[in-house]
């Protein structure tokens, strides 16, 4: 079942091409997306992942209220996955648009108008 923490990934990659940050703020910045559930550990799983992979850089940067934190960036080879997510993301919308598109005439037909039309 496709569910939105299967975008995690490419999520993590956009928002690190908008700008570099650290763990806790990503986590912050993926709930307007519906990507994170509470489960943070699966995103700091997923960050050094995609640094393994050569996708994302990281260092350590001072932090004015605690100890220092790590600081990701997106890489070229980040970008270019990033990139590569636009074809499966634009097929996955035109899929889920087709779908749509054939679900709207039966929920129609399962809630009569008011009107008894």
């Known amino acids: 079942m496709w569910e939105p923490k299967n975008l ?9 091409g908008e700008r570099p940050d650290h763990g806790y703020e990503l986590v912050r910045r993926l709930r307007p997306l519906g990507i994170v559930d509470g489960d943070t550990s699966t995103v700091y799983r997923t960050l050094r992942s995609l640094e393994r992979h050569g996708c994302l850089c990281s260092d350590w940067a001072p932090s004015g209220t605690g100890p220092a934190r790590r600081v990701y960036r997106i890489t070229a080879k980040g ?4 990139l ?4 499966t993301l634009e097929e996955t919308r035109r899929r889920l648009d087709y779908y749509m ?4 005439p ?10 008894g039309a």
Not at 8 to 16: A, I, M, N, T
Not at 84 to 87: E, K
Not at 101 to 104: G, N, T
């Open 106 to 115: 039966l929920i129609e037909n399962r809630h009569p108008h008011p009107d």
């Open 79 to 82: 970008r270019t996955e990033l």
């Open 101 to 104: 598109c054939r679900l709207a």
């Open 84 to 87: 590569s997510w636009l074809g």
């Open 8 to 16: 995690l990934s490419p999520c993590l990659l956009l928002l690190l």
